[in-house]
């Protein structure tokens, strides 16, 4: 992968003022940035699901078992 000189020379900047070790370091930094950043996005996007479909109801002992049931399943 190439980076235009002034995206290169931004990066090594950082790495010459001691933020990172070297240039792998500052790009697995920005992945794991990314990762946590679209976790949080996606669990916004859940939330929202939740809160728009409709008013909470309790949990009955069928809700209990069936999702009981679903987390024992093996993964298909």
């Known amino acids: 992968m190439e980076l235009p000189e002034s995206m290169l020379g ?3 900047e950082r790495v010459a003022r001691g933020e990172y070790t070297n240039e792998g370091e500052y790009l697995r930094d920005l ?4 990762r946590e ?3 949080a ?3 916004r996007e ?3 699901e939740g809160l728009d479909s409709g008013p909470a109801r309790s ?3 069928a809700d209990w078992a069936d ?3 679903r987390c024992i399943q ?3």
Do not use: G
């Open 67 to 69: 999702l009981r049931a």
């Open 59 to 61: 949990m009955t002992e």
């Open 41 to 43: 996005l996606r669990l």
């Open 74 to 76: 093996p993964a298909a």
């Open 46 to 48: 859940l939330i929202q």
């Open 37 to 39: 950043s679209r976790a």
């Open 31 to 34: 992945i794991r940035r990314d």
């Open 10 to 12: 931004y990066v090594q």
